[in-house]
C-alpha cells in the first residue's frame, strides 16, 4: 500500500539548500568558487549538491515565492532535474549569487529581528506612544519636536513602524509595497479603500482618459472661479440621487468637507454635540467653529438628547449642529438615524451625517446607512468621500435647501478658496457613481460581502475578536500596542498587507489592525489571510515573551 508524501515545510526546504550549499563550498576548499573543478570526485558532490538544491526549491511552496519574489527561485529550480548533472552552472551560481543569496534565505528560516540578542531601539520603539509626545515643552517650536522624531527613528530602524508605505504598482487584492526603508514585500491587500475596486475598473479608466483629453489635468481655478466643469455639476447630480437631497456642494478632499462644512455653518457662539469617535476632518471643524463643543459617548442617542435639553434650558438662541458618522471607521458600527434625527428636531438642532466609508459599498442600490435604515433623503445634511468607494479623491456635503448649498459655497474655506477637483478627480467619481447605483454595482456589493464573510468567519474561527458587525471594514481587536506592533513587523513579510492603528486613532491599549476588503477579494484569499494573521500574533506574543519576559494578551 503507498502512502502520501507529507510535504516539507518551507523552513525545512530552505534549510536544505543552505546546508548543500554550504557543503559545495566546503568541497572546493571553504571560499566561494572561482571556476567550476576538474577533480572528478568534487565534481559528483558538487552534482549532488545542485541537485539537492535544485530539488528543495522546487518543493518550496507558491505562498512563499509569490512574496519572496527577491529570491532568484527560478534560477536556483533549474539545478540537477537531470542525472548525471553538470555542476558548473550551480558553481557559477556559488560564486556570483549565492553571497546575496544566502543573507535572504537566513532572513527567510530565522528573521534578522529574532537573531538580535540586544536593541536598544526596541524596547524605546515599543514601550512609548504618540500621546507621550503630544505636549512638548520649551519655547523652540523647532527643537522640540526632536524627542518625537528620535522615537519615530527607533520605530523605523526596527521595522515598527506602520506608516508612509509605499505602492509598487495599482492596488488590488494582491498589492506590491515598500516600507519607509525601502524594503519591499508582496502580499494579500487589506490596507487600500477601493470597496468595489472601481479603481481598475476599465469604465472608469476610460472616463478619466476621455476628461484629461477634453480638460487636460488641471482644474484652473476654485470652484467659485472657473474651477469647475460641467462634470462637476454632473456629479453634485448623481450625489443628490443617491443620497436623496438635491443640492450638493463639491469639496477638493474628503477631508475639506467635514472641515469646511462645519466652519461654514457653525458660529463661535453655536454648539456642537458630536460622538467621540467621529472623524477628525469633523472634531478639528468643531473645535475650530465653536468653543462649545460637547462629545458624547459613542453611539448614545439617549445622552445627545440629555445634552440637547441641557443647552436648550440655558440657550434659546443660537444653533445646534449633531454630527456623526454613517459607518465608523475603527469600530465598524453605526448610529440608529431616525433616532437621532428625530431628537435633533425636537430640540431644533441640526444633524449632520458623514457617508465617507458606507456610501456605495452598502445598503440598497449603494445607499449606504441611510438606505439600510430608510432615511434616505431623511437627514439634515449628509457629507461624505470619494476617497473609499468612488476612486477618486474629493468630498461632498449634500442639503436640501439652494439657500445651505450657496452659503457653504461662500463660507466654506476649503470650497472657496481651494483649487476644485481635477477634470479627471470629478469623472471618475462621477462614473463611480454611475456605477454604484446600477445592478453592476448590486453585483460588485454581493462580491464583497462574500469576501467579508469570510474574512470575519476566518478570524472568528482562529479565536481573534473582530470588533462591529459586516461591512467594507473588518476591526481585529489585538489591544496591547507592543504585540501589535510587533505581529504588523510579521505580517509584512508573510504576504498580507494590514494597516495597524493605535492611539490616537484608537484609546490607549485597543490597538487593533483595520482590514479593508475589496469586491475582487477572493473568499479563500480572506481565509487565508486570516491564518496568517493569526499566526503572526502568535509568534508575537512568543516573541515578546521571550525577549522582554512579557504577557502581552
Known amino acids: 500500500m503507498h502512502s502520501t508524501p507529507v510535504p516539507r515545510s518551507d523552513e525545512e526546504l530552505l534549510c536544505i539548500v543552505l546546508e548543500a550549499a554550504d557543503r559545495a563550498i566546503k568541497e572546493v576548499g571553504g571560499r566561494q ?17 545542485a541537485r539537492a538544491t535544485g530539488q528543495a526549491v522546487r518543493e518550496v511552496s507558491e ?12 534560477e536556483m529550480a533549474d539545478f540537477g532535474p537531470d542525472d548525471p548533472t553538470d555542476p558548473d552552472p550551480y558553481v557559477r551560481f556559488l560564486a556570483d549569487r549565492y553571497p546575496e543569496v544566502r543573507v535572504a534565505l537566513e532572513d527567510l528560516v530565522e528573521p534578522a529581528y ?21 505636549r512638548p515643552a520649551g519655547r523652540d517650536l523647532l527643537r522640540r519636536t526632536e524627542e518625537f522624531h528620535g522615537w519615530v527613528e527607533a520605530r523605523r530602524r526596527t521595522e515598527t513602524w506602520q506608516y508612509s508605505r509605499l505602492l509598487e504598482a495599482a492596488p488590488g487584492s494582491i498589492a506590491e509595497i515598500s516600507n519607509d526603508l525601502g524594503r519591499r514585500a508582496r502580499g494579500i491587500n487589506f490596507n487600500s479603500q477601493d470597496y468595489l475596486s472601481l479603481n481598475a475598473h476599465p469604465a472608469v479608466r476610460e472616463a478619466a482618459g476621455r476628461a484629461l483629453h477634453d480638460f487636460g489635468p488641471h482644474s ?35 477631508w475639506s468637507a467635514g472641515f469646511g462644512s462645519i466652519t461654514a455653518l457653525v458660529r463661535p457662539e453655536d454648539w456642537v454635540v458630536i460622538d467621540r469617535l467621529a472623524h477628525s476632518c469633523l472634531q478639528q471643524g468643531a473645535r475650530a467653529a465653536s468653543k462649545n463643543v460637547i462629545r458624547y459617548e459613542h453611539l448614545n442617542v439617549e445622552e445627545v438628547g440629555r445634552h440637547l435639553s441641557e443647552i436648550r434650558r440655558r440657550d434659546t438662541r443660537n444653533g445646534i449642529l449633531v454630527v456623526t458618522d ?21 430640540h431644533d438642532a441640526t444633524l449632520l451625517v458623514d457617508v465617507a466609508h458606507d456610501l456605495g459599498a452598502m ?84 462580491r464583497l460581502f462574500e469576501a467579508i464573510d469570510a474574512l470575519r468567519g476566518a478570524l472568528t474561527d ?16 489585538i489591544g496591547n500596542e507592543k504585540l501589535a506592533r510587533t505581529a504588523n513587523r510579521f505580517l509584512f513579510d508573510r504576504g498580507v498587507l494590514a494597516f495597524m492603528v493605535e492611539f490616537p486613532v484608537t484609546p490607549s491599549g485597543s490597538a487593533r489592525f483595520r482590514l479593508q476588503v475589496q469586491a475582487t477579494h477572493e473568499p479563500d484569499e480572506a481565509r487565508q489571510a486570516a491564518g496568517i494573521i493569526n499566526a503572526s500574533v502568535d509568534e508575537a506574543r512568543q516573541y515578546l515573551s521571550s525577549a522582554f519576559r512579557m504577557s502581552a494578551r
Open 326 to 346: 454613517g459607518l465608523f471607521s475603527v469600530d465598524a458600527d453605526w448610529p440608529g438615524l431616525l433616532a437621532l434625527q428625530e431628537v435633533c428636531r425636537a
Open 220 to 254: 484652473a481655478g476654485s470652484p467659485m472661479v472657473l474651477g469647475n466643469t460641467r462634470l462637476s455639476n454632473e456629479l453634485e447630480e448623481a450625489l443628490g440621487r443617491l443620497v436623496g437631497l438635491e443640492h450638493v456642494t463639491l469639496f477638493p478632499t474628503g
Open 63 to 74: 505562498m512563499m515565492k509569490n512574496w519572496a519574489t527577491h529570491i532568484p527561485w527560478d
Open 462 to 477: 482562529h479565536g481573534l475578536e473582530c470588533l462591529g458587525s459586516p461591512s467594507p471594514i473588518v476591526p481585529l481587536l
Open 114 to 134: 529574532l537573531r538580535i540578542t540586544t536593541d536598544p531601539d526596541e524596547e524605546y520603539a515599543l514601550d512609548k506612544q504618540a500621546y507621550d509626545f503630544y
Open 33 to 49: 568558487p572561482t571556476e567550476p573543478p576538474a577533480d572528478p570526485e568534487i565534481r559528483r558532490n558538487l552534482a549532488a549538491a
Open 363 to 446: 445598503g440598497p442600490g449603494g445607499s449606504g446607512v441611510l438606505g439600510m435604515q430608510q432615511m434616505t433623503g431623511k437627514i439634515d445634511l449628509v457629507m461624505g468621500a470619494f476617497s473609499k468607494t468612488f476612486a477618486s479623491n474629493g468630498g461632498f456635503l449634500a442639503s436640501r435647501t439652494p439657500a445651505v448649498k450657496q452659503y457653504v459655497k461662500m463660507f466654506g474655506g476649503p470650497h472657496f478658496f481651494s483649487n476644485a477637483l481635477s477634470p479627471v478627480q470629478t469623472a471618475v467619481a462621477l462614473e463611480a457613481a454611475r456605477i454604484v447605483a446600477s445592478a453592476e454595482g448590486d453585483r460588485l456589493r454581493a
